[in-house]
Every structure is written in structure tokens, then in C-alpha cells.
């Protein structure tokens, strides 16, 4: 039972931070173009040439 006075607090110190890493995120946009990312994999960034 003494185990849970130290684990209380470092799980609740976890969550905090990583509720404070999630609003940051928000405030920097990271999630406002989601389709964008998704398509951005599918264009070629160079032109190949293919006449052999």
C-alpha cells in the first residue's frame, strides 16, 4: 500500500504532461490539414523520365 504514495503522483505528473504536449499541439496546428498529409504521399516530388 506505501507503493501507491509514490505511484499516485507519477502517474498523475504523466497524464498532466501529456495533456499539456496534446493542447500544444493544438496551438500549433498539427492537426488542421489531415487530408492533405494523406495525399502528399501519393505525388511524385521529381519527374522520372521514362523514355527509354
Not at 507503493?3 to 504536449?21: C, H, T
Request: hydrophobic share 50%; charged share 25%; aromatic share 10%.
Amino acid at each position: 500500500m506505501d507503493v501507491l504514495i509514490y505511484l499516485l503522483p507519477i502517474a498523475l505528473s504523466l497524464g498532466f504532461i501529456g495533456l499539456i504536449a496534446f493542447l500544444w499541439t493544438l496551438k500549433n496546428k498539427q492537426y488542421d490539414d489531415l487530408d492533405g498529409a494523406a495525399h502528399r504521399i501519393l505525388i511524385d516530388d521529381e519527374q522520372e523520365d521514362t523514355n527509354i
